[in-house]
C-alpha cells in the first residue's frame, strides 16, 4: 500500500543530509517504508529546465527517491517548449549567449519527455550495508585521490 503525505512545499525547499535521514525515519516508523518520494519541489529549488505547473506555477514537477535515509534518485518533466524555457532562464538570470546552444536544441520543436539521476554508487553502498560509499565505487575519488 502506497501512503500520500502532503507537506507545504515551501518545507522541501532545501533539504539536507540529515533532513533526509529524518523524513526516512518518520515514514518507516509511521508507514513502515522504507523508500519515499518526495515530490513537487518549489522553483527555487530546482534547476530552470525543469517543468512547472500549469495552474501552481511556483512548483516543478520534480522529484526525489530517497531510501534507507538517503537520496538515490532525482528528477524531473523537462521544459520542451523553447519559448517557456528561454523565459524560464531570463528569470534565473542565467546568460543566453552561454545556453544557445541549448536553447536552439529546442528552437525547431523537442517533444515532451523527462529525466531523472540515479546515484548507483549511494544506491549499491545502501544495499551492500556498506560503510562508506567509496566501498562502492570503482574508482573513487576524493581529497587522497585524485588519479586512478
Known amino acids: 500500500m502506497v501512503e500520500k503525505v502532503v507537506v507545504p512545499p515551501h518545507m522541501f525547499?532545501?533539504?539536507?543530509a540529515e533532513g533526509e535521514?529524518?523524513?526516512c525515519e518518520v515514514v518507516k516508523k509511521k508507514f513502515g517504508h522504507d523508500f519515499v518520494f518526495i515530490t513537487d519541489y518549489p522553483v527555487s529549488a530546482r534547476p530552470f529546465y525543469h517543468m512547472r505547473?500549469?495552474?501552481?506555477k511556483t512548483l516543478t514537477k520534480s522529484f526525489d527517491i530517497l531510501w534507507n535515509g538517503m537520496e538515490i534518485a532525482t528528477g524531473a518533466q523537462r521544459e520542451h517548449r523553447y519559448d517557456v524555457l528561454k523565459q524560464q532562464a531570463i528569470e534565473n538570470k542565467l546568460d543566453l549567449k552561454i545556453l544557445e546552444d541549448y536553447l536552439?536544441?529546442?528552437k525547431y520543436g523537442?517533444?515532451?519527455?523527462?529525466?531523472?539521476?540515479l546515484g548507483h554508487a549511494r544506491f549499491l553502498e545502501l544495499l551492500l550495508g556498506l560503510?562508506?560509499?567509496r566501498e562502492a565505487t570503482l574508482l573513487s575519488r576524493d581529497t587522497q585521490?585524485?588519479?586512478p
Open 13 to 16: 525547499a532545501c533539504i539536507d
Open 104 to 106: 536552439n536544441f529546442f
Open 21 to 23: 535521514k529524518l523524513i
Open 145 to 147: 585521490r585524485l588519479r
Open 131 to 133: 560503510s562508506n560509499i
Open 53 to 56: 505547473y500549469p495552474d501552481d
Open 110 to 117: 523537442c517533444p515532451p519527455h523527462g529525466g531523472f539521476g
